[in-house]
């Protein structure tokens, strides 16, 4: 499969524990999205990367959240001290270049109990 | 920032029959409109995309129509399949190279019934 993977596919943590996330975008896509949909709504923008950089981050995006793309390829969301209201599915997404389609990983299904 | 309201958010429409979802934004510099179909527990998929040059771009069954000056844009289903059911989204982004978030709506649940 030469599409967006995301690992893991399902994730179950205590509150208050640490997790990471993994995306590995499609080859050479130097841009890089992660997004967060909850039940019945629509994905919502946490973070983007193009390349290596950083360029924006969504007010949803607390200090317990934490993105990096070291290399410019995959990339990780870290959240810390989780929370019951930070389950929800992540998602990422990566495209070409400026104005192309963005193509969406499978997610990470994250339930905090 | 952006603000992208859809209606409705569930639509049943009998096999055959054409469904129309609609969708406003609010930021009148937002250039670029797609549309994703996401099936149950499955990722969303671009189904078309309209660019703010363009009124009208149609692809075998599914259209999606934009009008700049009222800050709308629809998607049109015809001819209709089961297989069409899932949710929809509509999406709006300004993408400055810099900047390229997607804001979606809130979804369309489809529901196409025999």
């Known amino acids: 499969d030469t599409g967006v993977s995301q690992d893991p596919r399902h994730k179950i943590t205590k509150r208050g524990q640490n997790v990471t996330f993994r995306c590995d975008p499609i080859s050479e896509h130097n841009r890089l999205y992660w997004y967060r949909q909850t039940l019945g709504q629509g994905p919502e923008f946490l973070t983007y990367?193009?390349?290596?950089?950083?360029?924006?981050k969504s007010r949803l995006l607390s200090d317990r959240f934490s993105a990096e793309r070291p290399k410019g390829s995959f990339s990780t969301l870290e959240i810390q001290r989780t929370e019951q209201g930070d389950s929800a599915m992540y998602l990422c997404a990566s495209s070409q270049r400026q104005g192309a389609e963005a193509f969406f990983g499978q997610g990470t299904r994250l339930t905090v109990v | 920032g952006e603000n992208v309201e859809q209606h409705p958010s569930t639509l049943s429409v009998q096999e055959g029959d054409s469904a129309v979802i609609k969708c406003t934004y609010s930021d009148s510099a937002s250039n670029y409109f797609p549309w994703y179909k996401q099936e149950l527990g499955k990722r969303p998929q671009l189904i078309i995309d309209?660019?703010?040059?363009?009124g009208e771009k149609k692809d075998q069954r599914i259209a999606v129509t934009l009008n700049k000056t009222a800050k709308h844009f629809s998607l049109h289903i015809t001819e209709t399949q089961p297989e069409d059911s899932a949710v929809y989204f509509c999406a709006a982004s300004t993408d400055t190279g810099t900047a390229s978030k997607l804001t979606f709506g809130t979804g369309t649940r489809l529901q196409v019934t025999l």
């Open positions: 990367f193009q390349n290596e950089a950083q360029l924006e």
């Open positions: 309209i660019r703010s040059n363009v």
